[in-house]
């Protein structure tokens, strides 16, 4: 509903664009070719869903948004990242101080590695607010934001004095936030924030992720597996699979389009369906290709249904229709889908 | 159906924990029946218990109290050589393909550890040609045979997993979130091959998972757990078409649905979290986050009473 | 089932375990471990070889009007403060050395093993073990052994008794804190599953599986066993005279140090340099131990 709109209104401020990114982790051994040309646009306030699975180049896409990528193996080799319109990657380390916590916020699948264990969760979020402290907020101010943002996430502010060990998975998970929300960023990376929770509490936080995105109109990167939390939460979704994004479009075109890519309709025959009772699940066979040895022509040939000659030989075009886009071999003749020249 | 006897049976099984003097109860009251060839899901969130049940049944945990049936004989007392005889008939497949293969034995050696324990064959030749024929069963490569656990990916590794479980020629298999760890597409590779053996082996499968919609593609009963006790069970289409108690329907609306359509719709979200199995209250333990929970709710124990057609619930309100 | 279709099913030959063969191969890739076992091998070689060509009254006759002689063909490190032949000494005397430490190490791990491998798979018998360890961890080991030899009298059976028991606490700890990290492991609960009775699963199951870290942890304390030893010669109440050892050589030396430092230098460095080698050794066998660093 919200999606069509977004993406139909080409004058909406674009706050993140990614132009045709590459990383590599290189070792001594071997090169590991994590993001291979990911290019992906993110308007303020909009909802950006990044599907895959494991090893798919989800977090290594978002690490290097940040600039966090490991520095002695982690490597940048092509591309460019905008943030409000200047690139990340000449920034110096001050302005990259001022964008980690100010501008992005990320929080991760385990919340107990991400919170120091001998400090109290006030103690934690104050830090954090008085590290990015530019509007000059007073120790009282400080507390008083605290308090605040805990009331934000849902906890009782007389809490802030207990440590992380005294709160459950679902409420760590809470504080994470509180902490990432403490600087009002204008984006929030949220790398599979409820992967680790039970049910009913994946609901409560996901409900909660959503509220606050809405109250402050940040953009939100929601990285899962999880086709559901997908269609629950996200305004456009971006499918990878191998370092790429092989399909990008709208939560409605990747939900209910006619076209998909065909690893996308693996994805969808692989989960059991919750209202109707299937005989048997379509999986996707093998694995993921080896990173450091991808194949030749279309990443996903190998284990792709419909694959032709073609996609051994060549590497596919991206082909897109009103903002659908579909890097696929087999989408050239398919209705209203045209070669994305802009991307290809 | 009712002229049949369960393949396992257990009634009022309890096991409690010793947590510095006070006693933690993992499994509390638990009556329940699985057929020849069917599979009963129980689901339930983290310490809810149910994979301490399915070690209880599998004799790998002490019960408290309560008996367990094993195609009609109570083996809660068994001992010993008539231990191992059941234990042969009963296998457990584990969550994390990681942990639960030894890192030092070779594909083939963790395969036919368990035919070599139990003197299956006289000489150890058989024992690893047999284990070759559970690799081709299970869908593993031969060549994969001399390989360590850490040398293949996890869905693979799950498979060896599962060729162990089924190296003794078992009838009952506690799968327990054998799928959990898995990459989706992984995860629909493994839960077709489980099927697949069902069908062709005739299985019997109690499917331990968080994963709702795993437990409805694979269940023919469902039970739900919550702190220990069944707080309801029934035949899997009609649990999840018409869910009874307020626990059941709040973990129903509370999955995220992989339908946009589904989208705007009201989601019961359940305040606070699960209380502590540590000495629990006499009442419904759902009671402290039940919307419709009354005085009585937190007092008085409620039974596990059928509501027709085996759909047992255990719910106060619902008199 | 869908994969059979796309992976060719050879039939492959069931290999027996060869993971010494796999281990040696890892051992072999780090450098400074091979140097250490190379240069090890070397010294033990000469030590444990030299009485074939040097008789042992060559380290104790003495020559008093060649005393501190400096290197010759004769004697080629020299003599001593009695004149006797230096070299013979440093070799004899590192064999001694070195016995005490394997066979000390060799006991510690025994009785210090077992018993921390029972502390950990018996929770019953745990408490009475561990307190027992810790009353003997709280002496300091040098001290104990002090105090064993003296009351025992000092000989070489004494010595290595003496020096095993004060290691012991060490041992037990690490082989109890390997064995718990294993026993939690779901393959230990699997082979529980499938009727594994408790002897196979600690022999089969959890000690390959810290088997490294004990091997580590002795060649480590090895170069420990061997400094206590060279200690307790050194204050008098080891190895006893005339007999040498590098701990006793160096506590006689210790008088001449500013006229015949090669006295003092050279049992020196030969503790060193086998403490030191004996570490290399170590280091590299844990990492060759460990196939998840298999390259």
Redesign the interface.
């Known amino acids: 509903m919200i999606a069509k709109e977004t993406t139909k209104e080409a004058t909406k401020e674009q706050m993140l664009e990614v132009k045709d990114l590459f990383v590599e982790y290189q070792t001594d051994l071997e090169t590991i070719k994590a993001v291979n040309g990911v290019s992906f646009s993110l308007a303020k306030g909009e909802t950006l869903g990044l599907v895959g699975e494991t090893g798919a180049g989800k977090t290594t896409t978002a690490l290097a948004l940040m600039r966090l990528l490991p520095e002695r193996t982690g490597k940048i080799k092509q591309g460019d990242i905008l943030i409000n319109g200047s690139s990340v990657l000449k920034s110096s380390d001050k302005e990259l101080m001022r964008l980690r916590g100010e501008t992005i916020a990320m929080i991760f699948q385990d919340p107990m590695t991400s919170l120091n264990p001998v400090l109290t969760i006030g103690d934690q979020i104050s830090e954090s607010i008085s590290l990015h402290n530019s509007q000059g907020r007073t120790a009282e101010q400080i507390q008083l934001r605290v308090d605040e943002v805990l009331n934000m996430v849902g906890i009782p502010s007389a809490r802030k004095g207990e440590y992380p060990h005294q709160f459950s998975g679902g409420m760590r998970q809470r504080v994470v936030i509180a902490i990432a929300m403490a600087c009002e960023p204008d984006l929030l990376i949220a790398d599979e924030p409820t992967t680790a929770l039970d049910v009913t509490i994946q609901a409560q936080v996901l409900m909660m992720i959503r509220n606050l995105r809405d109250r402050l109109g940040m953009s939100l990167i929601m990285i899962t597996h999880d086709l559901g939390i997908v269609a629950q939460t996200c305004d456009n979704v971006a499918v990878m699979y191998a370092g790429e994004l092989v399909e990008v479009g709208s939560a409605r075109d990747i939900f209910k389009a006619a076209h998909h890519h065909p690893y996308t309709d693996g994805l969808f025959g692989s989960i059991p369906k919750l209202r109707e009772r299937v005989k048997r699940l379509k999986p996707i066979s093998g694995l993921m290709p080896d990173p450091t040895r991808l194949p030749t022509g279309c990443y996903f040939s190998p284990r792709c249904p419909l694959c032709a000659d073609i996609c051994r030989e060549r590497k596919p075009d991206v082909f897109a229709k009103d903002g659908h886009k579909i890097k696929c071999h087999l989408r050239i003749n398919a209705d209203g889908y045209i070669k994305d020249e802009v991307r290809s | 159906m009712t002229t049949q006897t369960p393949l396992v049976k257990t009634t009022g099984l309890k096991k409690y924990f010793n947590v510095s003097k006070k006693l933690l109860h993992a499994v509390d009251d638990i009556d329940l029946e699985i057929f020849p060839g069917k599979t009963l899901g129980v689901v339930g969130?983290?310490g809810c218990g149910k994979s301490t049940l399915g070690?209880v049944i599998?004799r790998?945990l002490e019960p408290t109290s309560g008996d367990i049936f094993y195609d009609g004989e109570n083996i809660t007392k068994y001992r010993g050589s008539r231990?191992?005889e059941i234990?042969?008939q009963m296998?457990?497949i584990?969550?994390?393909p990681y942990?639960?293969?030894?890192?030092?034995m070779?594909v083939?050696?963790i395969i036919a550890?368990?035919m070599i324990?139990?003197h299956v064959y006289k000489r150890k030749?058989e024992a690893?040609s047999q284990?070759?024929k559970l690799m081709?069963l299970?869908?593993?490569?031969?060549?994969y045979?001399?390989l360590?656990p850490?040398e293949l990916?996890g869905?693979r590794r799950q498979r060896i997993?599962v060729a162990?479980a089924l190296?003794?020629n078992p009838s009952f298999i506690v799968c327990d979130e054998p799928v959990s760890a898995l990459?989706?597409?992984?995860?629909?590779?493994i839960?077709?091959?489980l099927?697949?053996l069902q069908e062709n082996i005739g299985l019997t499968y109690m499917f331990i998972t968080?994963d709702?919609?795993?437990v409805?593609?694979?269940s023919d009963d469902i039970m739900v757990m919550y702190l220990g006790q069944c707080v309801e069970r029934a035949r899997?289409?009609e649990l999840?078409d018409n869910p009874l108690h307020p626990y059941t329907k709040?973990?129903l609306?509370?999955?995220?649905?992989?339908?946009?359509d589904?989208?705007n719709k009201e989601?019961q979200?359940?305040r606070g979290?699960?209380t502590s199995p540590i000495n629990p209250p006499a009442g419904c333990r759902f009671a402290p986050r039940c919307e419709s929970a009354t005085e009585k709710c937190a007092t008085e124990a409620v039974e596990l009473v059928d509501r027709g057609e085996g759909h047992f619930v255990a719910c106060a309100k619902m008199d | 089932m869908e994969e059979n279709l796309m992976e060719e099913n050879l039939d492959v030959d069931f290999r027996k375990q060869s993971n010494a063969k796999e281990i040696w191969r890892r051992f072999k890739k780090n450098r400074s471990a091979m140097i250490g076992l190379v240069l090890f091998v070397f010294m033990f070689a000469a030590c444990f070889i030299a009485p074939l060509f040097v008789p042992y009254t060559s380290v104790t006759r003495q020559d008093t009007k060649n005393k501190f002689a400096p290197p010759s063909v004769a004697h080629i490190a020299g003599t001593d403060n009695f004149g006797r032949d230096e070299m013979a000494r440093i070799l004899y005397g590192g064999r001694m050395t070195m016995s005490i430490g394997f066979i000390a190490a060799a006991i510690s791990l025994l009785v210090g093993g077992s018993l921390g491998m029972m502390a950990s798979f018996y929770d019953k018998a745990d408490n009475l073990i561990m307190r027992f360890i810790d009353i003997l961890a709280s002496i300091p080991p040098i001290l104990m052994a002090l105090a064993i030899v003296s009351a025992m009298g000092t000989n070489l059976r004494n010595v290595v008794i003496a020096i095993s028991i004060s290691r012991m606490p060490a041992f037990c700890r690490v082989v109890r804190a390997a064995v718990m990290g294993i026993v939690d492991q779901e393959y230990i609960e699997a082979a529980r599953a499938g009727g594994t009775g408790d002897f196979r699963i600690l022999t089969k199951h959890v000690l390959p599986n810290c088997l490294g870290t004990i091997i580590v942890q002795t060649t480590m304390n090895m170069s420990l066993l061997m400094l206590a030893a060279a200690s307790l010669s050194f204050i008098g109440m080891g190895v006893q005279p005339p007999a040498p050892e590098w701990g006793s050589m160096l506590s006689e030396a210790r008088e001449y140090m500013r006229s015949a430092p090669s006295l003092m230098i050279l049992p020196g460095l030969g503790i060193v340099l086998v403490t030191t080698q004996l570490n290399l050794i170590g280091d590299g066998l844990r990492d060759a131990f460990d196939p998840r660093l298999k390259t």
């Open positions: 969130e983290s070690r599998l790998l231990l191992k234990r042969a296998q457990i584990f969550q994390d942990s639960s293969l030894n890192p030092r070779s083939a050696e550890e368990y324990v139990n030749t690893f284990a070759a081709d299970v869908g593993l490569a031969r060549r045979a001399n360590y850490h990916d869905g997993g162990r190296s003794l990459d989706v597409s992984i995860q629909a590779q839960l077709n091959l099927m697949d968080h709702l919609s795993v409805r593609h694979i899997a289409d999840f709040a973990l609306s509370a999955i995220p649905e992989p339908d946009i589904a989208r989601i979200i359940i979290e699960v």
